[in-house]
C-alpha cells in the first residue's frame, strides 16, 4: 500500500509539470530548459542556442586538432634531439659532428631546404666547415668576418632573420665572393636564419639556415624555434669535443699533435702479431735532437716548443701515411716504418735528414741523430729488446758525428 501511494505522487507531480501543454500538442519538437520552461524547436533563442553549442564544439575540435599537432611537433623536436645528442657523443671527427647537427636543424626548421656551418678561424675570417644542399666548392670559400650579417646588425650577439640575403650579398659582400657564389649558385636562396655558436662564452662560428622557396618568409616562430634547437645541441656539441679533447690528448702528444709514448705501445704491439701471419718486417727508428739543450739553454724554452714542433712537423710529413711517427719523450721520437726493411728504412731516413736540414728555423738547422732495429717475425723482439737496440745504434750515430 505504501508502496502504491508513492507511486500516486510522483505520477501527479510529473502530470503538474506538464499542466502547461494540452492535451493535443505532441512532446515531438520540444525540449526543457534548466529553468523549466518548454522552447519549441522553431524557437529563435533555442536556434541561437544550437548555433553557438556547435560552433563552440567546432572551436573546442579545431583547438584540440591544434594541440595534437603541437604535440606531434614537439615529440618530434624531442626525439630528433636526443637522437642526435646519442649520434654526437658517439663521433670523433669534428666535421662529422658538425655535419649532424645541421642535418638536425635542416629536418626540424620548417621550409628549411639548405644550410650550413661556418667556423671562425685563427686567421679572423670565417671558413665553410659543413655545408647541405649546396655544392661542395662553397667548402673552399673563405669569409670575412666584415661580411657577416650577423656582424653587421649585433656583432654576432643574437639569432637573426635575413629576408633578402642575396642583396645583401651584393652590397655587403666582395665582389670576387659574390663571383664564386654565383658560380656554384650558392646566391639562390630567398630567406635565411643565421645564428652564433657559443662554447662556454666564447664565439666559434655560424650556423646558416636557408629557404630557396618563394613563398616562404621565415618568422619570428622558426627564429625561436632555432634558438631553443641551438641551445640544446650546443650542450652536446661542447660535451661532445671536451671528450674529444681528452681522447686526443690520451692519445697524441699536446705539444707536437703525433702520437705519444702510450699509443706507440699499442701500435708496436699491433704490428708484432701482423708479421707474425704476414711475414713482412717493420723498422723502429730511435731519433734524437741534436743540441736541443743548447736551444732550449741560448734562446729559452720558448724557441724549444717552435723546435720540436717544427721538427716533428718535418717527420710526420716525411713519412707514408701508414706509418706512425710519435714523440717518445722531450726531444726523442719513433718512427714505425711498417713494410719495411732495414735497407729501405736506411734510404728513407736519408731523405727525412734532407728534409730537415732544408726546414731551417729562423735560419737554424735542426740536426738529429738515429738508430734502426729491423724487426721480423723470427725474430722473438718486444718493445723493451726493440727500444734498447735503436736506442744503442742512435747512440753510436751521435758518437760518429763527433769524432
Known sequence: ?????????????????????????SFEGLIRNKWGDILR?????????????????LYEYRLLQKHKKLLKRYEKIRKTLYDTSEKISKIND?????????????????????????LFGEDGNFHFQ??????????????????????????FSKTAIINNPREFDRVNTGKDTVEELHKINALDICCTISAPIYIDNNFIGLINVDSDKAEHIFTENDLELMNQIKCELELSVKNALAQNKLKYLANFDELT?????????????????????????????????????????????????KALKKFSNVLYNSVNKTDVVARFAGDEFI??????????????????????????????????SYGICEVRSYDN???????AHADSQMYEHKKSKKC
Open 381 to 387: 723482439m718486444n718493445f723493451d729488446k726493440t727500444l
Open 94 to 118: 669534428e666535421d662529422e659532428i658538425y655535419s649532424i647537427v645541421l642535418d638536425a636543424i635542416v629536418e626540424l626548421i620548417p621550409n628549411a631546404t639548405r644550410g650550413s656551418v661556418l
Open 130 to 155: 659543413v655545408v647541405k644542399g649546396f655544392q661542395k666548392e662553397l667548402e673552399n670559400l673563405v669569409i670575412k668576418k666584415e661580411e657577416a650579417y650577423l656582424y653587421k646588425i649585433n656583432g
Open 41 to 57: 524547436f522553431d524557437d529563435p533563442v533555442y536556434l541561437i542556442i544550437i548555433f553557438l553549442a556547435a560552433l563552440f564544439t
Open 335 to 368: 718512427i714505425l716504418f711498417r713494410n719495411c726493411d732495414l735497407a729501405l728504412a736506411e734510404t728513407k731516413m736519408k731523405s727525412i735528414t734532407e728534409a730537415v736540414t732544408f726546414e731551417k728555423l729562423d735560419g737554424i738547422i735542426l740536426e738529429f
Open 257 to 305: 699533435g703525433v702520437m705519444n709514448r702510450r699509443t706507440l705501445k699499442e701500435e708496436f704491439d699491433s704490428e708484432l702479431e701482423k708479421i707474425k701471419y704476414e711475414k713482412q718486417p717493420f723498422c723502429f727508428v730511435m731519433i734524437d735532437m741534436d743540441n736541443f739543450k743548447f736551444f732550449n739553454d741560448t734562446f729559452g724554452h720558448y724557441f724549444g716548443d
Open 1 to 25: 500500500m505504501v508502496c502504491y501511494n508513492i507511486v500516486k505522487i510522483k505520477l501527479s507531480i510529473r502530470k503538474s509539470k506538464f499542466k502547461k501543454i494540452s492535451r493535443n500538442e
